[in-house]
């Protein structure tokens, strides 16, 4: 049964009372390997799975109240750190800063997650920097690889790894009451944040961010949602997470995939996805969530953000 914020979770309750364990006992693996379907909340989990770790309330759970549980959930813990592809692959060079960093010991947790998502963009050169941290792991360091395809892992990186294989979701079950179908794309996955604020808000925000993107004024719109140092803050974590979203959208369009969670995007007049203006568009919003409580402007940063996405979309 899933105590405190693991409800949040859908499905995969003996996974989560895996987890539970490691966090009861205190005994926690060197590396897991979280593997499954895209979309089905794995890097949630991970994300859940550090809060109830480094939970200053020590119950076992995450209480989603203190320090510790409020910065992982707003991202910007110091020691929870997810390294994700630039330009399609995960280089050796995020592997090395990520190795450099675990070197030292955490600034604020008990323990420190490295979440690596998805691992099989790894070339063969990160692969293999990432294998010599797996043998001589860390202290109060945790790795997590998140896979959708972990045939394509080297052995001996997925032997080094406890895993957990994490199944389909039934649509169905996840539904409770009127769910709108964008909303449950939205909520799944790396986005499960969303899941913490009202639907209609959400589907609002993402409409008028779309059409913005698509014929309106990028300025306008961020200073409608942050008119001032103090009013916005509260939907921020909507805003953020919506354009990564569309970031993650058009990173998987300009590789010729398919599955997307805006289809809209389908629909929008894109001729070429410049991959460097989308590496400036995700610099972008690390930096308004770095600097969201250090007084930056909202409405400048946000602006620019959404006018960078705009560019990219209207090439």
């Known amino acids: 049964m899933k105590t405190g914020m693991w409800r949040d979770i859908v499905g995969h309750e003996d996974l989560i009372e895996i987890l539970r364990g490691f966090v009861r006992t205190g005994k926690l693996p060197h590396a897991l390997l979280f593997s499954g379907p895209a979309g089905v909340g794995k890097t949630m989990v991970a994300r859940e799975f550090f809060m109830a770790v480094n939970c200053l309330e020590g119950t076992g759970d995450p209480c989603n109240a203190c320090r510790s549980c409020l910065k992982a959930r707003s991202r910007s813990h110091p020691d929870y750190l997810e390294v994700t592809p630039a330009n399609g692959r995960i280089l050796v060079e995020g592997i090395r800063g990520i190795i450099s960093e675990v070197s030292l010991k955490p600034f604020e947790a008990r323990t420190r997650f490295v979440v690596i998502e998805p691992a099989e963009q790894m070339n063969k050169a990160s692969a293999n920097a990432l294998l010599k941290t797996l043998e001589e792991p860390p202290d109060a360091t945790l790795i ?8 394509l892992l080297l052995p001996t990186i997925v032997s080094r790894c406890q895993v957990l294989r994490f ?3 039934d649509a169905a079950a996840c539904m409770k009451g009127p769910v709108d179908q964008t909303f449950l ?3 799944s996955g790396t986005l499960g944040g969303l899941k913490d604020f009202d639907q209609d808000l959400v589907l609002q925000i993402r409409a008028e961010i779309l059409q913005t993107l698509l014929e309106g004024d990028p300025v306008h719109l961020a200073k409608k949602y942050f008119p001032s140092q103090e009013k916005g803050a509260d939907i921020l974590p909507v805003v953020m997470l ?5 970031i993650r959208d058009l990173l998987v369009l300009a590789g010729g995939g398919e599955a997307v969670i805006n289809e809209e995007l389908k629909g929008f007049p894109l001729r070429g996805i410049d991959l460097l203006e989308l590496e400036d568009a995700v610099t972008c919003l690390r930096g308004i969530r770095r600097g969201a409580n250090e007084n930056i402007r909202l409405s400048n940063a ?9 560019q990219i979309v209207r090439a």
Do not use: D, W, Y
């Open 185 to 187: 794309r939205l909520t």
């Open 144 to 151: 997590i690889l998140v896979s959708h395809n972990p045939s």
């Open 167 to 169: 199944a389909p979701l």
């Open 302 to 310: 946000v602006g620019e953000l959404f006018m960078r996405l705009q």
């Open 242 to 246: 919506l354009a990564e979203s569309l």
